[in-house]
């Protein structure tokens, strides 16, 4: 698991002892008179994350307690779970939905449809017109910060099987990575097309951009993205298609450190954490 700033993530080297991430639905039910039951759940339902760590080693902690602290600062922190299989919003990587803050292009050359009447309604992607370049890019925009945080040395994969099956024409799957300042590094693309981009963050990275670059105009169906951690370009030639699970900025809610029984170099970590949505 990697907990810090974009630019300054840490891997936490110990397992947690507990983690819990199961979704607030914050669901209200009313019941009527004859018995029937009418239920509630707000537009908004951002999730939130207990984990706790027995005998933490001491530099863990105190990348912990600086960010309980807010000594850099009050903004929120990113938190990359290794075993989310989609580090994408599950809406942005269905292609289902309101397309507003989801991605990114310039104006009047790339339109996108879709999610007006309801949140199950597909994505379509029209390509108005192109670039001096030959070329119209589309970008996956994260919700909160310049890009999707990474950490230099991270290996990432990246594919847009539901443009590819579609048939937009399209370059090769590609990403821009960012340093912490959001100045452009460089960018990474496969090696053929039709296929997942596995690709390593290079030095300084903070940020990576996932985007397609299509190379015609036309209407396609957005359909389905994924953006993981890790080399699963295997699985998804294969056919798997894994849902978005996000990596939502965070902030740190309640912090507990209590030094270990009999041992005081090592320390009992608590942390809650709640989704930052605006």
Known sequence: ?????????????????????????????F???????????????PRRLKLSWDAM?????????????????????????????NLLAADQAAGLGPVGGKWATSTGVITLYGGSTGSAVPNTVSVDALHTTGLAELVWRHPVFYGVPVTPGQTWTWWTP???A??????????????????????????????????????????????????????WDLGTSVLALGDVSEALMAGDRPMGDGCPAMSITRY???????????????????????
């Open 162 to 164: 539901g443009l590819v």
């Open 57 to 85: 080693q001491r530099a863990d902690v105190a990348h912990l307690d600086r960010l309980a602290r807010r000594i850099e600062g009050p903004g929120p922190i990113a938190v990359l779970d290794p075993l989310a299989r």
């Open 31 to 45: 019941v009527s008179l004859e018995g029937g039951v009418t239920t509630w759940a707000p537009p908004v339902r």
């Open 1 to 29: 698991m990697w907990i810090g700033r974009p630019g300054a993530l840490r891997q936490i080297a110990d397992g947690a002892k507990s983690f819990d991430r199961s979704p607030d639905l914050r669901v209200s039910e």
């Open 256 to 278: 507990s450190e209590q030094a270990t029984p009999g041992d005081g170099a090592f320390r009992n970590v608590g942390m809650e954490l709640v989704e930052v949505t605006g």
């Open 166 to 219: 579609s048939g937009a024409p399209m370059l090769s799957a590609r990403v821009a990575w960012y340093d912490a300042g959001r100045k452009w590094i460089s960018a990474s693309a496969a090696g053929a097309l039709g296929t997942p981009l596995v690709a390593v963050a290079p030095a300084n990275a903070a940020y990576v951009w996932p985007h397609v670059a299509f190379t015609a105009k036309g209407v």
